[in-house]
């Protein structure tokens, strides 16, 4: 299963790891943390266009990515960039939800960013990532993939490179959140072109044990 915390992080850090998986018939989903509604200011009071067409997106990425349509994401709909945080309430209701959904899904490895990386969405879906798998008492792999930060030490993780995938693949699919790519929604995130040009393959990262 894959964690990402917004729409397009799964592409950026995960499309390769999406894409082997499903061809192996080893996908069990992707579950995104946030409503990605935070990735424009225009949409301020209207905020539920934007959250529907990041859905529509992301479920045309991950089409992209399987060449599929028989999975569709799912949405823990947080608020984007406030996340909550260990021992709230609502952080403890996603623990509960996605240890369902992995026991359901039958999942043995959950891959999710990093938990250095700079954005608090991603911090804390690692957190989330890494709760879940204390639930699961070592039935499940907890692995790293990075968007925005550098690689984790090697002293600290190792890595687990995946098969490359398809010329353009990754670009196709991430052409699918335009609103992230262009100004369709006005004024807001736009994702810089020296990050468009992504490598044909991921690499997770497995924190080594103390």
């Known amino acids: 299963m894959v964690l990402a915390p917004h729409p397009d992080d799964e592409t950026l850090g995960a499309g390769a790891v999406i894409a082997q998986t499903a061809r192996a018939g080893r996908l069990a989903g992707l579950v995104y943390l946030t409503d990605g509604s935070g990735s424009h200011e225009a949409a301020q009071g209207r905020s539920g266009k934007l959250v529907s067409s990041r859905k529509r997106e992301a479920a045309a990425a991950l ?30 209701r996603a623990i509960r939800r996605l240890t369902a959904l992995c ?46 930060s550098q690689a984790p030490e090697p002293r600290t993780h190792r890595m687990l490179h995946t098969a490359p995938m398809l010329p353009g693949q990754r670009r196709y699919a991430l052409a699918a959140h335009r609103s992230q790519l262009t100004a369709s929604h006005g004024p807001g995130f736009r994702l810089d072109a020296s990050h468009r040009a992504m490598p044909a393959s991921d690499i997770l990262y497995l924190r080594r044990a103390k």
Not at 67 to 92: E, Y
Not at 104 to 112: I, M
């Open 63 to 92: 089409h992209r990515l399987t060449g599929s349509r028989s999975q569709l994401p799912i949405h823990l709909d947080w608020k984007d960039a406030a996340p909550a945080q260990p021992g709230h309430p609502a952080f403890d």
């Open 103 to 148: 026991r359901r899904w039958q999942v043995d490895a959950l891959a999710v960013t990093a938990s250095h990386e700079p954005h608090c969405d991603h911090q804390a879906a690692a957190q989330l990532a890494y709760a879940v798998g204390q639930r699961a008492r070592g039935r499940l792999v907890v692995a790293e993939y990075v968007v925005w």
